[in-house]
């Protein structure tokens, strides 16, 4: 098969090559051989090629990409949900730091456990459910560890990003929340007021330790603990994805889940939470 691989570690464009003889990777009985159709990747992926978790990670060669969406080619004896011909999508990597598969998604095939997968939403193109999980997944994760609900409020640091986008509208439109802020740069505001925040702060102008009001949770998608210990309330939650926090602040790497995208289906299906495609993507 046809994939991209690194075989060293380093900068991606030194390092991650084009082949067109890669072998097709084994199936287990608890898996399904998914045929490609559109993958994304992460900054999880280039954090990986760069050697970031070479303790953890597994032996190289390696190719990246967490993210797929694409036709179920061959399964398992030991697959129940899902048969031949199945639209699937979903982060293929169940612990994204320790072993995570050395036949990533940046290939024409992969194999994947069923546990790890979700149909793909019937409205949305594999390019769009591409971009969705691992994403998804680490917003409603970080959510539900910050035991967030309906009426609470939550600001969100890094709003525009991939993670950011998603915890604004999962917060908004599938949690309930009162009030969502969010940050980012001048030119992503209006993103962040269409995706449903009530409050969208432009960082380069505004510091969120002099916001009058303080939150219930503040989701820490860039790495700045200390700012967001400043604007939660007492007895609030602070949840980060971004290296190491101060305490009373928690932080988390994402186990994957394919109910996860299972229970949001009907919100991606009815327009409600949207995939946020980079019109300036690159198809290969």
């Not at 760069?50 to 060669?61: I, V």
């Not at 940046?106 to 994947?112: D, K, S």
């Not at 609900?149 to 009162?178: D, E, N, P, R």
């Amino acid at each position: 098969m046809k994939a991209w691989v690194y075989k060293e570690y380093g900068n991606s464009q030194s390092v991650l090559k084009f082949e067109t003889n890669v072998e097709v990777p084994s199936l287990r009985e608890d898996q399904v051989l998914i045929k490609v159709v559109a993958a994304a990747l992460n900054p999880i992926d280039f954090k990986r090629m760069l050697g970031a978790f070479s303790a953890t990670d597994s032996p190289l060669p390696t190719i990246p990409g967490y993210d797929v969406a694409g036709v179920v080619e061959k399964v398992g004896s030991q697959v129940k949900k899902f048969k031949v011909g199945d639209e699937v999508y979903g982060d293929i990597n169940e612990k994204a730091l320790d072993h995570p598969k050395r036949n990533g998604s940046l290939a024409e095939y992969t194999a994947v456990e069923e546990n790890l997968l979700a149909l793909k939403p019937k409205n949305l193109s594999f390019v769009e459910a591409a971009s969705l999980p691992l994403a998804t997944e680490t917003a409603y994760e970080g959510l539900e560890r910050s035991a967030f609900s309906a009426g609470k409020s939550i600001l969100v640091l890094g709003g525009a990003g991939g993670v950011g986008t998603m915890v604004i509208q999962l917060a908004k439109h599938v949690f309930g929340a009162s009030k969502v802020a969010a940050t980012s740069s001048t030119a992503k505001l209006d993103l962040l007021r269409s995706l449903g925040a009530d409050l969208a702060i432009d960082y380069t102008k505004e510091n969120i330790e002099d916001l009058p009001e303080k939150f219930d949770v503040v989701f820490d998608a860039v790495g700045q603990c200390d700012k967001a210990l400043k604007a939660v309330k007492e007895g609030g939650r602070v949840v980060s994805i971004i290296g190491s926090v101060t305490p009373p602040a928690s932080s988390f790497v994402l186990t994957s889940d394919g109910s996860i995208l299972e229970k949001l289906n009907p919100y991606f299906e009815s327009g409600k939470v949207k995939a946020i495609i980079d019109p300036k993507g690159l198809l290969l």
